[in-house]
């Protein structure tokens, strides 16, 4: 990780028991004012209707005292980005996100502009996916086909967001998260994995990682261990 | 569809409240006595451990009066499938499956001596989804990139194998089995999908499709139409 990124990474904008967004609200609040940012970018790419995703979203966050523009609104998103403060990448398919991110030259953009602290990056669920080394950890389906699986490394490993322990259905034979998971760690080309329950976020501030939220994680490392964070 | 086709297209291997291919048994004993097949080809690729999992294909298959080896135990897997007259392609990854088969320059074999009507195909789970169009509506985790979604193409359309109808779990905020297969139906390269329900299976003869098994299964038109199957 470079020393001068900063990205708030959600499992998800929805959580039990909570409106949109809202147990992320003080987080997303702090991380925006500490960085000094009052304008925010949303990038709807992960989901059909740009329009109304952006309202959705620019309806909770505008209220809190920030100015949500929808990245489809401008003219040239290259040039949108290379001058934003802040960006919010918002959730949906993994798989279209991450290509209409690479169809509009933005991955590498991204993540130059992420590392050289230029740009604060909030993503939530695809849009922490496509944060992280690559979507091999999604939970989505694989709707359409990006040039490649790897994505924006402002994190060096993958996070599964979602996450969730327990079989999703005892009745149901498909594969649990965990099983998963473990069918990833162990590829060759695997590494660890973050699996952020719903609810969770990865702070990330230079190279310090700071698990905040409600709900906890569980880490997944090669050799497939696991560890719990409550 | 080709007019000489023959392939049995399982949901899963497992079905609750049956033994391993239990509720698949008369189907596959006739399918395979009605090609007149005695020796079946196993192609374990989905999973890691080839020996493991072909030889607990071998144990559930030979006492039904069959003959079942692993793919991988011959030299050339081209020349075993040139030859063969039945493969099973098993569950597991259906990203690690198609990409494999892709490595081992298969897809296209086996495309041609099944429309030939000289390779009678059995697909579990991942095994069915590569017979399909695509892997677009697999569940499993992208693992590992394969050179194309593009598979098989046994049936000129996709199957969400262990299809499911509820909701997970009413407090987990991932998406439904529905949205998902829904968010494909948006895509404009997206056509028919079918959600095979756990315990059933879809037997394709020529241009005939039989839904057969013990769970039904529901159909996705374009422009987003439902249809039971009970």
Known sequence: MEQHSKALLLSSSNCHG??????????????????????LIFIPYAQKGYDGYT???????????FSVSGLHTFND?????KTARAIFVGGGNT???????????????????????DLAYIGSSAGTNVATKSI???????IIYPP???A?????????????DKPENEKHKGETRDQRIGEYMEMPHAGTVLGL????????????????????????????TMQQFQ
């Open 18 to 39: 909570y409106s949109m967004l809202e147990f992320a609200k003080e987080e997303i609040c702090d991380f925006l004012k500490k960085h000094d940012v009052q304008e």
């Open 95 to 117: 798989f279209l996100l991450l290509k209409t991110l690479y169809d509009n030259n933005l991955v590498s953009l991204i993540r130059e502009r992420v590392c050289s602290g």
């Open 197 to 224: 329950r719903e609810g969770s976020i990865l702070h990330v501030h230079g190279k310090s990682l700071i698990l905040k939220g409600v709900a906890g994680a569980v880490l997944f490392k090669k050799q497939v």
């Open 152 to 164: 924006i490394s402002i994190v060096p490993f993958n996070i599964n967001p979602h996450y969730i």
């Open 55 to 65: 309202k959705t979203i620019k309806n909770v966050i505008d209220p809190w005292g």
């Open 136 to 142: 091999h950890t999604t939970n989505d389906m694989p």
């Open 148 to 150: 490649s699986f790897d």
């Open 77 to 81: 998103p290259v040039e949108a980005i």
